[in-house]
């Protein structure tokens, strides 16, 4: 047997002006013009209306939580795929003759043929390997690729210009929507595939993706790659018909969404080359209910390469599309933000860390936050990361753009599809802590028409580039100063040594406060109070300061997930030390109680919550009062319950249990439906039900 031969690939991703000088992965190409060309050639697709994930929650301000702070559910969703071809043509507007490439092809490296079922097959294997990582394990994908026989597919019965006759948009829409309901319906009338049994409609087609920008698209005729949602399909196929319930395929089975996809993004004979995995899994972000975080109505990048939702799919060919951003993990359920309070030496994790929480959230208002995260372009600092094709091969990337595998060409071995990476943000613009600036009160305006960062001065999801200089998603002609940030650059990211941001701010420091640039204020230019400082130096577990100029000492105490698990707070002097303390009630039937210096109330043993007051293990009906109802000159707490029981207790602890002395518990109704209060009489007054 041959030795195997270690095989050098070597790709230019220079990041001198801030992004690859391969023009093709900068989606347009770079030109001496003022003219500006939009920045990325993406359809623009929906967002999922199936709700597919059921590890999220939407509450009433369109947040998504996952289901318990420690909630670890997976969801499994099944993905059924179908290769279609079309119609034989000899067009030159057209990659291809509308046939799949089942020959070997030794000029392509990435993602080469035969595009048999396969490599299709591997393809589903990348795309599951990606969201499991970026999910943590709570997102696992499986799937199946029809038609079963190897280097078979399903004959449309139209030629791909029919499909995109590139002419206005209405049209394309249409077509495409034609495009998936064909292809879907041929597979089911062929092979009668199980279609219920699936949750994910993903079909591929012969031929090029029309999703790469140039001067001049010499194949205008080619497809654009497109997640099209219920209400697309219900537009196009539906005619607007409210009745309209999806493609029909068989009676009572209907296909509600889908994803259009090509055989391959690369043109050889351009000499460009992509891999279809980047492309791929920002779709299926669409399909889970992820928006696009570029302008969907410019093209213009929001979010730069920094993200999954935008630019970073095409990270490194799209070989390693970045994780997505801290907000998207949020809304998908794969990470629980926690909010937080002002202190010292803060730790914050990259993903692949669980030595420290990896999302914070800093509140500024009532629909504007702030999402720090930890990312990092190569967590263990070994200088490459480590992936694997189909078929084993160990592939070894390093940040000039090369990467080599051990393959034996001369036993006739070749690269395949590259299905799993180590560290997917390995082609992100640098690393650091990331500031989000998020408003949803924007996100749900929005979200529907996949519009959440249509606006280039009031975004969404926002970056609050540490640079100094809001600059992706602007344009800027090839020479000025400007160019090549309009996709992030390095010094975007939070870290002690930024000097960008040190020259921007004329600072020996880098922090985020209301008077730096950029700053910690609302959208409105409202004073945030929120200073972060002390950035440490760029690691795998980073670590800052947080201050907050509104807040006393010992606050905010954070004692509820979320608001409405708790009622309103009360406040009274309980010690007769002129100083009032504060006492929550939560719904569980729990009290807490601080001290004015935010120090618990009553001392409590180890092993007990720092704040409780007392805990009386039933749901209560509303919030305490506070009142000398017996006379003694000392204040007594009075609480009920939802099933008609009255409690009075002491604001003392002689028994030493680490709760509040219960003086009174009394069952005086079926049920109370309001919380109690203390008339000047001191008589306690609640509601019943009659």
Known sequence: MSEKTKRQFLFRWDNIFGWALFLFFVSTQLRASNTPRPIAKFFPSGVSQQHLLSNREFNNNLRAVASSPTDSISDTLRILAIRVEFQSDTLATTSGDGKFILHPDPKVILDPPPHDREYFRAQLVA????????????????????????????????????????????????????????????????????????????????????????DYNQTPNDIPSAFLNFAHLQRTLGNGDPNFSGIEIDQGITIKEGIILPETESRPDLQIEMALKGIAVRLLGNQLGLPSLFNTETGRSGIGRWGLMDEGCKNYFGLIPAIPCAWSRVFMGWEEPEILTPRSGIAIAAISESSAPRVYKIPINAHEYFLLENRQQDVNDDGVAIGYDQYGHRIEFYPDGQFTANIDTSAGERLGVITQVSEYDFGIPGSGILIWHIDDEIIERHLTENQVNANLEHRGVDLEEADGSQDIGQYFPFLSPGSGSEFGVAEDAWYADNEIHQIANKSKTVAFTPFTAPNSRSYSGAYSHIYLTNFSKRAAVMSFDYNNSTFLPGFPQNYASEPTTAFAVTSADLDDDQQPEILATLKDGTVLAWKSDGSSFISHGEGTQLSLFVDPGKPLSGPVAVADVIADTFPEVVATSRDGILWVWSTDDQDGNGLADTLLTYTIADSITTFPTVDSEKNIVFGTEA
């Open 127 to 214: 795309m599951a390997n990606y969201f499991r990582t970026v999910s943590r394990g709570k997102l696992i994908l499986t799937g199946e690729v029809y038609p079963l026989q190897d280097e078979q597919a399903y004959l449309l019965p139209h030629s791909m210009d029919y499909y995109n006759p590139n002419q206005s948009k209405e049209v394309l829409d249409q077509r495409l929507a034609e495009l998936l309901r064909d292809g879907f319906q041929e597979a089911y009338n062929q092979d009668h595939i199980p279609v219920a049994d699936y949750d994910i409609y993903l079909l591929f087609h012969a031929g090029i993706g029309n999703d790469i920008a140039t």
